[in-house]
């Protein structure tokens, strides 16, 4: 049975008000053209979480999108200070929780294996754990020792990003696979965005690339160039102009909003977006082919 | 006065030569990254480095510019998901160095990369970007490099947040939490280097040419000593300065020529 | 600088008398050439793990190199029983340690990832955690609720069998991968023995598939069909007959020993194991190319 | 008396008929295997099967000898780690069903497969091959079903070893213990069906075509309860027959033609 939808009516579908969200991809294959749809529909009082907010959320929570996010690192990665956020909680008006980045992974592994922690070896570092009551400590019941234990993280959506899946939702990803497949197995609804739509025989020619099973995903959306300004590992390259650019955008609640505006409330899809960035850009981004060597499965 | 030698290129040099051959380095983009590209083509070709977003062994064909670059991935040898490269790389001992910075670094190496200001965490006067992958790098990398410009802002008596856990209040405090890693062993600033001595407490050992010990003093927040036998780094080879400039970074992203 | 050794070499360089041995391979790839060498070596006092013990650790029980066995699943997959091992548990001639399979991965897991323990969720079944002490509960700290705790599990010596190997050790595995990582990064030493050698930049043109990094490694060794009667995926075949074949032989000891004496001590290596199988049993155990789709990675 | 049907048909033929439409099955080889199939080529063609060697959505193109057979791997919809399928799928509870055999089965559907004997484990008479998957499968899953042939020696009063658990001492015992999965459905026979009443008590419900409850009883080794409103089960249609010896298992090996 088919879960291919498009992505307006996956995010209406799926992602409600008050509703807590791991938008995942460290680095790599984060889901803009969501969060986008995100901020057109109007979804208010959501709980943010992700290791690193990045561009995704700090657009989010400019748009009035989060009451709260959850971090391990909050910067623009490469350039800096994640303006909005930053603002946000220096002047008290969001609410945040606040982890290193193995905290962050270790709640989500927490989450993805059904166990409602997980230990973590002390680092020595306690200013955090003073700050952030929800991480606590445990015994080793084999030296006594205490370890940290940090709370699993089970969101109400994950919405993960991959280079190509069935119309069922079998996803292969690769290149930088930081959190997604603990994110998806985490969370209660899973929404996959992708590149391109595969016959399910292209996935089943390649099995171990399968990080998520499409028995766990609710809705599937074809959605090229759909991590701009992120990337896709061989589909096309970070927009690094554009990551340095919104360090400027972002010195500016009004230009911020205009931003918005033109960027996001005044396209109706990502589609509309891509094609606005224009043929030089997309030129800037595109990438030559570099393909994998195959491996041998075997008829048996 | 005009120095012979940047700042940039005095602590990238000096970095780099911390390393040894066959070390595996866990490693971010910029100037550590720089570093050991440096040492990889001279002193130490077997370095394995590894980045945070699960990258080991990236050849990358132009200098990433994010720790995620996908530069980093094609050719690399091997990619990982984030709670293995914490987990089976970092906790389990497997990595010999690790590279730090931060806002703040303190008498014992301690560096805050979260919060400025005196109002405590919830109400932050500066919010910086928080640990990412620092609280666990210090603590369970065998030996810590922490890159920084000697300033006096940068280096306080005691940092105002504990992000990254130096030698505490002192080397028997570290002792105590049990954690795995040896701590910082270096801070490689451009007016020179400081370690830590018997006790944790970071001190002059060596300076870089034509610093002097009275403008790291000047540029230190705490009462800074001095070690007896103060000694002088080796100045930046022709070599070196010609990989950096022509192999490492030909664009002058990170290093701009005198 | 090559890692790559005769197979002889590493083990009788990386394996002593005494140690603890994890040859991993959950049903797939089991690394019986190495299995087969130690007995060779006659190594003795060895403490063998592995979640099943499979026909691998019934030889060398048999060829007397354990002092110890640890497992959670005894059987002769898809036959019966193991009778060697079984035979000297039920007469108390051999230690052993037994988890659930989810036990036992918990304790690489553990190991693998430099903590003291893991935690697994109740299964009610409680009659195991009697019997070995070193199952223990551990307290949640978010809901007060008692969890199981397994140690971790750190073996002197990992022995990985992989499709492909650099000389360096970097490998990529496919199919079947059970534990063959958690074992890799658990062990002290690791032991590689691979189908194929081949060059670095085979391994680089798929990093997504290098589960084991060469720097873990401390031996290569090229050993092909070093599987059988396991198997190697794309490579050949798992050999049934042999499988339901051994419930014969171990019947007694004395066939077991005359199977010792003609296929493990009276041949010198596997490559002589191999050919000694003879053309026909090659000839089963072909298997039919099926490629994998390539991914395309990108020049950046 | 010649039966019309084989005991591997009816346990085969019932198992398959308690599967639904879009269940997740943790399934092992043999019989189990065979049911699900079958299930899956009548009325549940979305039954997702997934090995406990971590294979999701085989498709074999040849009756699979063992859990980890190649054949399962080829064209199957992903494969993950050992860790990962008991933690993601199992632990986590996206697991509908699984299947238990075992030894013993006593009289709250507990399940040996551990140890026989009266000398506890240390010294076991008959030492079995032990859990494997199958303490997790009984409790975690959220429904499970044990096919067995329906003998007295399988059937005790009591388990010697619990390594399974069904219902302990009571269904009030297993909810104390906090374990997520609802436990033992239905135990399937050669004879008929025993489902647990609202004690946990394994009770008979049902009989096969041509079977007695007497014979049920005479080989269960405890007092064998009969419903009241005892039903038979459909006999296995042609069509369920023709699939298993022409599609699923041409070369009888593991049901041979009456």
């Known amino acids: 049975m088919s879960k291919l939808i498009p992505l307006s009516e996956a995010i209406s579908k799926f992602m409600q008000d008050g509703e807590s969200l791991y938008a995942a991809g460290f680095t790599h294959l984060i889901p803009f053209a969501a969060g986008h749809e995100i901020i057109r529909q109007g979804k208010r009082d959501l709980e943010l979480a992700r290791a690193t907010p990045d561009l995704i959320y700090d657009q989010m929570v400019a748009a009035g999108c989060a009451k709260k996010i959850t971090f391990s690192y909050m910067g623009n990665p490469g350039v800096g200070s994640l303006r909005i956020v930053r603002g946000a909680i220096e002047r008290g008006e969001i609410e945040w929780e606040e982890y290193s980045h193995f905290g962050m992974i270790s709640c989500l592994q927490a989450g993805a294996a059904g166990l409602p922690f997980m230990p973590i070896m002390p680092t020595g570092a306690t200013d955090l754990e003073k700050a952030n009551s929800r991480i606590k400590r445990v015994v080793d019941p084999y030296s006594g020792n205490e370890l940290i234990a940090v709370p699993a993280l089970n969101p109400d959506v994950a919405i993960i990003h991959v280079q190509r899946a069935d119309i069922n939702g079998n996803s292969h990803l690769w290149g930088i696979i930081g959190e997604q497949k603990e994110a998806a197995f985490a969370a209660e609804k899973v929404i996959v965005t992708a590149e391109e739509i595969v016959d399910e025989s292209v996935i089943r020619s390649d099995p171990n690339r399968t990080l998520i099973p499409g028995f766990i995903v609710d809705a599937v959306c074809h959605v090229p160039h759909a991590c701009h300004p992120s990337y896709a590992q061989g589909y096309y390259d970070r927009d690094n102009a554009f990551y340095m650019g919104w360090d400027e955008i972002s010195k500016s609640q009004e230009s911020v909003q205009s931003w918005l505006d033109e960027w996001v409330y005044g396209t109706r899809d990502h589609a509309e977006y891509w094609e606005k960035l224009g043929k030089e850009k997309h030129k800037n981004l595109e990438v030559e082919e570099l393909l994998s060597a195959p491996i041998n499965y075997g008829k048996y | ?258």
Chains 1, 3 share one sequence.
């Open chain 2, 1 to 258: 006065m005009t120095s012979t030698f940047s700042s940039a290129e005095l602590m990238i040099v000096n970095s780099a030569r911390m390393l040894r051959d066959g070390d595996v380095v866990f490693v971010g983009v910029g100037q550590p990254n720089l570093a050991c590209n440096l040492a990889k083509r001279t002193h130490a070709p077997n370095l394995t480095m590894i980045y945070e977003a699960g990258v080991i062994g990236a050849e990358p064909s132009r200098l990433p510019l994010s720790i995620g670059d996908p530069t980093l991935v094609s050719g690399a040898l091997s990619i990982c998901s984030m709670y293995d490269i914490f987990a089976n790389y970092l906790q389990r001992g497997n990595v010999d160095v690790g590279f730090l910075g931060g806002a703040q670094i303190d008498r014992f190496g301690n560096i805050n990369a979260t919060v400025i200001g005196n109002n405590g965490y919830a109400h932050p006067k500066v919010r910086l970007p928080g640990s990412g992958g620092a609280e666990l790098i210090s603590a369970w990398a065998n030996r810590c490099y922490i890159m920084t410009p000697h300033q006096k802002r940068r280096f306080p008596e005691k940092v105002d947040f504990i992000t990254s856990a130096g030698f505490l209040n002192g080397r028997s405090e570290r002792d105590a939490t049990g954690v795995r890693g040896g701590g910082p062993l270096a801070i490689i600033t451009d007016l020179g280097l400081l370690e830590p001595d018997e006790n944790g407490e970071l001190t002059l050992t060596a300076l870089h040419p034509e610093r002097t010990a009275e403008a790291a003093i000047e540029n230190t927040g705490w009462d800074l000593q001095v070690a007896a036998d103060l000694k002088s780094t080796e100045p930046p080879s022709d070599e070196e300065l010609r990989i950096l400039y022509d192999e490492l970074d030909p664009d002058g992203l990170y290093l701009k020529r005198a």
